[in-house]
């Protein structure tokens, strides 16, 4: 074969595959894609799908901002994140970002460093190192007994804590009324509270499969410079048009009945939207009030049963605002131990059980952030600010025994699980989720009509592996727009064989022609 020949072949082949790609960006300029939602899922599926070509596409938010649960609000030289803080583990795409936009500071360990405030009563060393020794060992415990081959999954980690905490008591053979049996019943308080606010559930209804399937990040959590967050969701929007974001855009009916596309209609827009695909990031909280009345037709049973069944739980997060610090500055994290009779109020306010964890700022000296669990951001949610402050204030003097602690100038917070845009924090595996039989992929998995993926599904609810987490969220997101590329390639690919034979028809039919012309070189 001459080797101008080869040339023409080869050029005429690559000119013919270049002509499909290109043929295949305009199809991708054509498509139109909608995005319910406009959280960490939404921003990353959006990126992604410019990545890839698709240009044609729309962020449908239902409040007035960006961001879902990750919020962050402008204080003095930096931004208090009002949801989401922390990266959890290094092997992932969040943390490769945070890390090349240098926002990382370290590692964060609620019980680093801490101090133990308890009021009137001294703390007993010795009591304290007891409980901690059984107490650290119990969560290995329970994963390793969740990955038994026999393990029961409708048993709650709540459920195995009691068992094993009676033993404890049992070999103590301690008066619980004594000073010792009072601290050790607040050390049992405190650990189920940390175990809440890990998992925003309450740990009578944590499934200890979630200790089986939650793996894969690593153990450490990443904290990020006095930005955070907010550095995260601002690289997130830059390829972003104005015209492709509609904030206050509520999405309250999604027609998917149609071969031609979906139809999405909303709360205080009196016009609908017609889109060929809607990836919908709504939270878990949100869809088991509305997904009944938002689809037509109704989801699929098992999708519905699993936004039925999976568990959603709240924490909360308190910012407090001081002139100056009161704490010593060291400190990180201290709790508030409320025991019986060791301050001047008694019985214990019901409102001291609400807060333990207080975790302190490097960035700003005079911030303390505090953590509730349990029952209270339910009820700290009907509290005012000044009832609040004062309840808070009235906790510290007591636990600090130190009646000259001032109140807070201001406070930051966010109500997760009243908002009905989220219905709470983040999500879990609950006994009802796995006594059904459903799962985080039945959630995440597309709905097809006449095999075009119309209605895609994201969100931290909808990784299997990593939900909870804005890794898990931001996962997904790249999840459904990699699904629609690979929807379009498929498409383009299958109707290429006849194409291609055309091609080589053409490219034999010139190599023909000019190995037996009176002009070839020899």
């Given at each position: 074969m001459r080797w101008w020949s080869v040339g023409i072949a080869a050029v005429l082949l690559a000119f013919a595959n270049c002509n499909r790609d290109e043929k295949l960006v305009r199809q991708h300029e054509n498509v139109r894609i909608g995005i319910i939602g406009g959280g960490i899922a939404g921003l990353v599926a959006a990126n992604r799908l410019i990545e890839y070509g698709f240009t044609n596409i729309t962020i449908l938010e239902a409040s007035n901002r960006l961001g879902g649960r990750i919020y962050p609000v402008p204080f003095e030289s930096g931004y208090l994140q009002l949801g989401a803080e922390f990266i959890n583990g290094k092997r992932n795409s969040l943390h490769d970002l945070a890390h090349k936009m240098d926002l990382l500071q370290g590692t964060f360990e609620l019980f680093d460093n801490i101090r133990y405030k308890t009021g009137k009563c001294q703390t007993l060393d010795s009591v304290f190192d007891s409980?901690?020794?059984?107490?650290?060992?119990?969560?290995?415990?329970?994963?390793?007994?969740?990955?038994?081959?026999?393990?029961?999954?409708?048993?709650?980690?709540?459920?195995?804590?009691?068992?094993?905490?009676?033993?404890?008591?049992?070999?103590?053979?301690?008066?619980?009324?004594?000073?010792?049996?009072?601290?050790?019943?607040?050390?049992?308080?405190?650990?189920?509270?940390?175990?809440?606010?890990?998992?925003?559930?309450?740990?009578?209804?944590?499934?200890?499969?979630n200790l089986a399937k939650w793996t894969g990040l690593g153990k450490k959590v990443y904290t990020m410079d006095r930005y955070g967050y907010k550095s995260i969701l601002d690289h997130l929007k830059e390829p972003l048009s104005a015209s492709s974001i509609n904030l206050n855009h509520r999405a309250t009916f999604i027609d998917y009945r149609s071969n031609a596309g979906v139809k999405v209609s909303f709360l205080t827009v009196d016009h609908y939207h017609f889109y060929d695909h809607l990836i919908v990031t709504m939270p878990l909280g949100h869809l088991k009030k509305f997904a009944y009345h938002n689809f037509r037709p109704p989801l699929p049973v098992r999708k519905q049963a699993a936004i039925d069944k999976l568990g959603v739980g709240s924490i909360g997060k308190v910012f407090f605002v001081y002139k100056q610090p009161f704490w010593e500055n060291s400190t990180s994290t201290f709790v508030t131990l409320s025991v019986e009779n060791c301050s001047s109020t008694a019985p214990m306010p019901e409102s001291d059980r609400y807060f333990q964890f207080f975790q302190t700022y490097r960035w700003n000296k005079k911030v303390l952030l505090g953590w509730l669990t349990g029952d209270g951001p339910a009820r700290t949610s009907t509290m005012s600010d000044e009832d609040l402050k004062t309840a808070v204030t009235a906790l510290f003097r007591r636990q600090f025994n130190n009646d000259s602690i001032p109140m807070p100038t201001q406070i930051y917070r966010a109500n997760w699980a009243a908002d009905v845009l989220y219905g709470g924090s983040y999500s879990y595996i609950s006994v009802a989720s796995v006594e059904a039989n459903v799962t985080f992929k039945d959630l995440a998995r597309p709905i097809f009509i006449r095999g075009v993926p119309r209605l895609l599904f994201a969100g931290e609810a909808t990784h299997d592996t990593f939900y909870q987490t804005t890794v898990g969220a931001w996962l997904s997101g790249r999840r459904e727009a990699t699904r629609l590329l690979k929807y379009y390639r498929k498409q383009s690919h299958n109707g290429a064989p006849r194409v291609l034979q055309m091609q080589w028809v053409f490219l034999i039919v010139i190599y023909s022609a000019v190995t037996n012309s009176n002009f070839a070189v020899q």
């Open positions: 409980y901690f020794s059984f107490a650290w060992p119990l969560q290995e415990k329970y994963r390793v007994e969740a990955n038994g081959y026999f393990s029961n999954a409708s048993r709650t980690v709540g459920e195995l804590y009691e068992h094993d905490f009676q033993l404890y008591l049992e070999g103590l053979n301690a008066d619980p009324r004594s000073r010792r049996g009072q601290i050790i019943e607040a050390l049992s308080r405190l650990y189920r509270a940390k175990f809440e606010r890990e998992w925003s559930a309450n740990w009578t209804d944590l499934s200890i499969k």
